[in-house]
């Protein structure tokens, strides 16, 4: 049935794909999940969504505020979020969070779609590092051509006013 084979999709997509009841409380987990936050199906349904972040930004709401968001525009697309796996790993997601209603309209939960870019943002970060390191390297040769040039005219000039000398000499 339709209804089997969107559930199948759903399961085996390698995005974490969670729902959300209107409390704010996970009600599914699919596999994506499961791998990306170290926590089975039945560890995670029942809990508040909250648990998925660090506990510095569940001190501030982030978690409200996020949820409040999806809620008032309906959906937020690409929102990049600190969230923590259940070894207290470090991970950066890129959320898209979808209102869900039912037919009458009526608000019946949230679904959040998350892909792990930690990488990418590690990658953005090494890239950002060598472009500065090739910028410091470009103006650095810039000032050394700056400041060679004279030297060399002085020096010059010094060894050509010690053509005139000896060793002994007292201006030498």
Known sequence: SKAHYISMLTENSADA????DVRGMIVSWNKGAALLFGMTSDEATGKPFSILLPQEKRLIGDDEVILERIRREG?????ELDCETSNGQRVIVSLTGTVLKDEQGTFIGTALIMRDVTQIKQYELELRQTEKLSFIGQISTGIAHEIGTPLNIILGNAEYMMMDMKSGDRDY
């Open 17 to 20: 794909i969670i729902g959300l």
């Open 75 to 79: 959906a937020v697309k690409n929102f």
